[in-house]
């Protein structure tokens, strides 16, 4: 694997199963500098996203880094529920400890607004793993910090598969497609990681088993939400660890392909709003459409189970 530079991140999440695991990785992997984790409803809503990153760092001891709650809810549309997804506490009733501090604020958009005036311009990363809803509101209100941003790396849409929340729409672009449009067309250095790549990266029994049998509490913990994700969905021998792609994109990006689409966002009313068309009206953006499926998951599972 190259050796990448130590790069300082902010982590923008709805945690959430799959999130939790794409935390606890970044947390593991020496290659990132967790500058703090804002919080946006999303899988389930805010105060339950916000206390989930709190658990998800208590569980690494990690009490310097901060957590601020962002928004309740879409720029202008009612979000979706998917408690039964992942669970009624948002992590598949996995045990997480209690967080060790209270959230340090509860506006994302400031806080972020602040870290990217106070840091070198472009030294940040934004791993977004749930609706743009905070990024977008930063672009809109505060477009000169927005620029200072590094690198934008989504997991969102679905190009050329079908959706998981409509037929052609994937969660967190359908969940704001407002907001989704709005940071796809703010010249940011973007990356998008669709269901096109997420859907290839899976976990199975067997890979649950090993990651509990570590006895390593990230591997444990990853092991058990997997898990509870076989339990609250259907789907065969494996399930897809969509978020963690966006953390494994930015340590190995060699292990993904990526191309330039101009994405048009649907922003309508019907069952495709979140639906992304390549067309030549859209937005400019990088989206992964290859990876190599068993090289990740194999980073991974070392990662998490690093002791
Ligand atoms: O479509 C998958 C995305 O929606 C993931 O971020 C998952 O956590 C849910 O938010
Ligand atoms: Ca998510």
Known sequence: MQQNPTRTVIIDTDPGIDDAVAILLALKSAEFDVKGITTVAGNIG??????NAGRILALEGRNDVPVIAGATGPLSRKGFDTADIHGNDGLGG???????????????????????????AGSIAILALGPLTNIARLVQEHPDAAKRIGRVI?????????GNI??????????DPEAAEIVFDAGLEMTLIPLDVTRKVRATRDDTAM??????????ASGALIDAYFQSTTGGESRPLHDPCVMLLALDEALFGCETLKLSVDTGTTR?????????TGSSVSVALKVESAAVLKLLYERLSAE
Do not use: C, H, K
Request: proline residues 8%; hydrophobic residues 45%.
């Open 272 to 280: 495709d709003a979140g639906a992304l068309s390549v067309d030549e």
């Open 94 to 120: 996995v045990a997480f400890p209690d967080p060790l501090a209270a959230p340090a604020g509860n506006d994302a958009v400031a806080w972020l607004r602040e870290t990217l005036d106070t840091a070198d």
């Open 166 to 175: 409509g037929p052609r729409s994937e969660f967190n672009i359908a969940a």
């Open 211 to 220: 990651l509990q049998n570590t006895g390593v509490p990230a591997a444990v």
């Open 46 to 51: 805010i105060a339950t996203t916000t206390r």
């Open 154 to 162: 989504a997991m969102g849409g679905a190009v050329y598969e079908p």
